[in-house]
């Protein structure tokens, strides 16, 4: 039912292997697994090293990353979708994790789920911090793609509405033919990649008829790492100077701001203005507080994913 897709470059080797250990551990079986590795040759041999100890479970598959190593996460996934033909793509960067119902989650919710406008579907994560001084991993008072609101949203303002709503990739499943009409990932875009995939997946009603939309699962699935030697850093992304304002560039010359379209007239002024309030406050919305979030899920039957959540919370010394 799924190819999960696995990104790697120069990853830390603790975090990789936390990493395809939940994918080895989840209740949903039904599932092949493309890691494509664009590491240097010197973090190649630890990385395949630990790949190999996996090998044994047919269901994952090791590849070097093709052309010139290291192009970024795009070029790593499209080639790692190419590799298998599953009708659902799971995103997972090889520094994050996903708890062990993760993908019998997403399982639920599209055999729920009749629509045929919707392309993808995305669960809640929490954040996990690297301090920088004292080398002490800690959670994150935060959680990530909790936009509760995108329940209500439909195809024909979806791609206004994601404008600003950034998904993190972990917690993301797409339908594959939707994947390929698009052309999956674009290449040009070393950060800001996710962000355009969404967009173009639900289309841009100024431009075309093929619109989509997302499904919000509002269950915690998985943990986002940050750390300071991911890509997207704020001590990376200063490194790259002109490479990130080329990106920022090229994503809004294809996306316009708020501030540059004109109102839809099947649209109300009413719901034009949440829409505009929704890309002014951006990612930030979907950036609950872990405190205020797990208030509303006490009850462990409507959450059955809590009393697990708690033990990995608890479990600081795995992570």
């Given at each position: 039912?799924?190819?999960?897709?696995?990104?790697?470059?120069?990853?830390?080797?603790?975090?990789?292997?936390?990493?395809?250990?939940?994918?080895?551990?989840?209740?949903?079986?039904?599932w092949?697994?493309?890691?494509?590795?664009?590491?240097?040759?010197?973090?190649?041999?630890e990385?395949?090293?630990?790949?190999?100890?996996y090998?044994?479970?047919?269901?994952?598959?090791?590849?070097?990353?093709?052309?010139?190593?290291?192009?970024?996460?795009?070029?790593?996934?499209?080639?790692?979708?190419?590799?298998?033909?599953?009708?659902?793509?799971?995103?997972?960067?090889?520094?994050?994790?996903w708890?062990?119902?993760?993908?019998?989650?997403?399982?639920?919710?599209?055999?729920?789920?009749?629509?045929?406008?919707?392309?993808?579907?995305?669960?809640?994560?929490?954040?996990?911090?690297?301090?920088?001084?004292?080398?002490?991993?800690?959670f994150?008072?935060?959680?990530?793609?909790?936009?509760?609101?995108?329940?209500?949203?439909?195809?024909?303002?979806?791609?206004?509405?994601?404008?600003?709503?950034?998904?993190?990739?972990?917690?993301?499943?797409?339908?594959?033919?939707?994947?390929?009409?698009?052309?999956?990932?674009?290449?040009?875009?070393?950060?800001?990649e996710?962000?355009?995939?969404?967009?173009?997946?639900?289309?841009?009603?100024?431009?075309t008829?093929?619109?989509?939309?997302?499904?919000?699962?509002?269950?915690?699935?998985?943990?986002?790492?940050?750390?300071?030697?991911?890509?997207?850093?704020?001590?990376?992304?200063?490194?790259?100077?002109?490479?990130?304002?080329?990106?920022?560039?090229?994503?809004?010359?294809?996306?316009?701001?708020?501030?540059?379209?004109?109102?839809?007239?099947?649209?109300?002024?009413?719901?034009?203005?949440?829409?505009?309030?929704?890309?002014?406050t951006?990612?930030?919305?979907?950036?609950?507080?872990?405190?205020?979030?797990?208030?509303?899920?006490?009850?462990?039957?409507?959450?059955?994913?809590?009393?697990?959540?708690?033990?990995?919370?608890?479990?600081?010394?795995?992570?």
């Amino acid at each position: 039912m799924f190819d999960i897709l696995i990104p790697v470059y120069n990853t830390n080797l603790r975090y990789l292997e936390k990493c395809l250990k939940s994918v080895q551990s989840q209740t949903f079986q039904d599932w092949q697994c493309y890691i494509v590795d664009g590491s240097n040759n010197v973090y190649q041999k630890e990385i395949y090293a630990l790949v190999e100890t996996y090998l044994d479970d047919s269901r994952f598959h090791y590849n070097r990353e093709q052309g010139i190593l290291g192009q970024g996460a795009s070029n790593a996934r499209n080639q790692a979708s190419q590799l298998g033909k599953n009708p659902y793509l799971a995103f997972l960067d090889s520094d994050d994790w996903w708890l062990e119902n993760h993908l019998a989650t997403f399982v639920n919710s599209i055999e729920n789920d009749s629509s045929e406008r919707i392309s993808f579907w995305f669960s809640i994560l929490h954040t996990v911090v690297t301090k920088r001084k004292q080398g002490v991993e800690i959670f994150d008072k935060f959680c990530l793609n909790a936009y509760l609101e995108s329940q209500f949203i439909n195809p024909s303002s979806s791609y206004y509405y994601f404008l600003r709503s950034n998904l993190w990739p972990t917690g993301l499943v797409v339908l594959r033919t939707r994947f390929e009409q698009i052309g999956g990932f674009d290449t040009n875009l070393k950060y800001m990649e996710d962000n355009d995939l969404i967009l173009r997946l639900c289309g841009d009603p100024r431009k075309t008829d093929s619109l989509t939309t997302g499904k919000f699962l509002n269950v915690l699935t998985g943990y986002h790492r940050r750390h300071d030697n991911q890509l997207t850093s704020p001590k990376n992304l200063q490194g790259f100077g002109e490479e990130y304002e080329c990106n920022e560039s090229i994503f809004w010359s294809r996306h316009p701001k708020f501030n540059q379209l004109v109102k839809p007239v099947t649209l109300t002024n009413l719901y034009w203005n949440w829409l505009e309030w929704c890309f002014k406050t951006g990612k930030n919305r979907g950036m609950y507080a872990i405190e205020s979030w797990s208030k509303r899920y006490e009850d462990e039957t409507v959450n059955p994913l809590l009393t697990s959540e708690r033990e990995e919370w608890a479990s600081l010394d795995d992570l």
